[in-house]
């Protein structure tokens, strides 16, 4: 079976650009959640999504944004890009949503580079 | 604030040996307990979990402890092998909280296992 799958690998963008980064989760989990890791910390969590509808959101900026799509996939999207903002994003799916969604399967994430 | 420490940034053993790799939370609302581990160039895979109401949990090679009074959990990787080399990641929930999904990682810690 497929794992999370995430797209683009790897990307680079100036300051101020939009950025869309895409999710695939494995098939059958309806939950999708994204996180940020900056090199030398763990993973950060920015949201989680459900069923389509935002269930978590971590202490990001507004400049952050996400959706579900009908077949469980997600997309995260970064306005006004800024240097911070360079990081893997890695998204993670699982099958519920709750105290049980803990249990996460994670992407190999996308790598932003933001000159 | 680092509400999840991991102390030791790296740790180095013999193969066939025990590793101990430990984790520290501030937080007395979390109540989940989850160490995941992750190659270079690949996602954050799930280990092993314990819930706040058990103090271990074992899984082949890998078990878990918990010590709720000193907010202190650790991971026992008996005997160690040089596939185990990686970081370790400890995270932590607030399963009965609002804000699903969301986990709370420390900084890692790098394993390295000699042959």
């Known amino acids: 079976d497929a794992g999370v799958t995430q797209s683009p690998t790897h990307l680079i963008k100036t300051r101020g650009q939009h950025v869309t980064l895409r999710c695939s989760p494995i098939s059958g989990h309806k939950s999708v959640s994204w996180y940020q890791q900056v090199l030398g910390q763990g993973p950060q969590f920015i949201f989680q999504y459900y069923e389509k509808e935002e269930r978590g959101r971590g202490n990001f900026p507004d400049r952050f944004s996400a959706r579900q799509f009908p077949n469980y996939s997600s997309e995260l999207n970064v306005n006004a890009l800024l240097l911070g903002d360079s990081a893997l994003y890695l998204c993670a799916s699982s099958t519920r949503v709750g105290p049980s969604s803990y249990e996460q399967y994670f992407g190999p994430g996308t790598r932003l580079t933001v000159t | 604030d680092q509400q999840v420490k991991q102390n030791s940034p790296s740790l180095s053993v013999q193969e066939g040996r025990i590793s101990i790799l430990n984790c520290d939370y501030t937080?007395?609302?979390?109540?989940?307990f989850l160490w995941y581990k992750k190659y270079p160039a690949e996602g954050p895979t799930f280990l092993i979990s314990i819930s706040s109401i058990k103090d271990k949990n074992e899984d082949g090679r890998f078990t878990v402890f918990l010590n709720k009074s000193a907010k202190h959990l650790s991971l026992h990787i008996v005997p160690s092998q040089p596939g185990d080399s990686a970081v370790y990641f400890c995270a932590a929930a607030n399963a009965g909280g609002t804000s699903y999904g969301k986990l709370t990682f420390g900084q890692g810690t790098i394993l390295t296992v000699h042959p």
């Open positions: 937080n007395s609302m979390f109540d989940y």
